[in-house]
């Protein structure tokens, strides 16, 4: 069965960091682009960060460019999405997404068929 499991989630003063992880269970991601989106009350949906696994390429919007990183451990088959200097406006669940292509699918969040459950990030002081 496949799936995609997020954690790392909670509750962090601005400023802060934080690193979530979203583990792949049921396939491997190294043929598997993966990204991050998120979710803030009465907004839509945006993508935040997405990775290639084949090799390693990667991009990040450019509202948490220099801010936000994505990674991946293919060891662990786990992508991590470490954001430091946190603000309030980053406030939103946060989802991982994935998908078989050996290539970055990007933001249509439509492209992609697997999701995990979501992990809350509160920023607030």
């Known amino acids: 069965q496949v799936r995609l499991v997020e954690s790392g989630g909670g509750l962090v003063q601005p400023g802060g960091s934080l690193t979530l992880s979203c583990a792949a269970s049921g396939f491997t991601i190294d043929l598997y682009s993966i990204a991050w989106f998120r979710q803030a009350p009465g907004k839509k949906r945006e993508g935040v960060s997405c990775?290639?696994?084949?090799?390693?390429?990667?991009f990040v919007a450019d509202s948490v460019k220099g801010r936000f990183t994505v990674s991946r451990d293919k060891a662990k088959n786990t992508v991590y999405l470490q954001m430091s200097n946190l603000k309030p406006e980053d406030t939103a669940v946060y989802y991982c997404?994935?998908?078989?292509?050996?290539?970055?699918?990007?933001?249509?969040?439509?492209?992609?068929?697997?999701w995990g459950q979501g992990t809350q990030v509160t920023v607030s002081s």
């Open positions: 997404a994935g998908d078989y292509a050996d290539y970055l699918i990007g933001f249509d969040s439509d492209r992609y068929d697997y």
């Open positions: 990775i290639s696994n084949k090799d390693g390429s990667n």
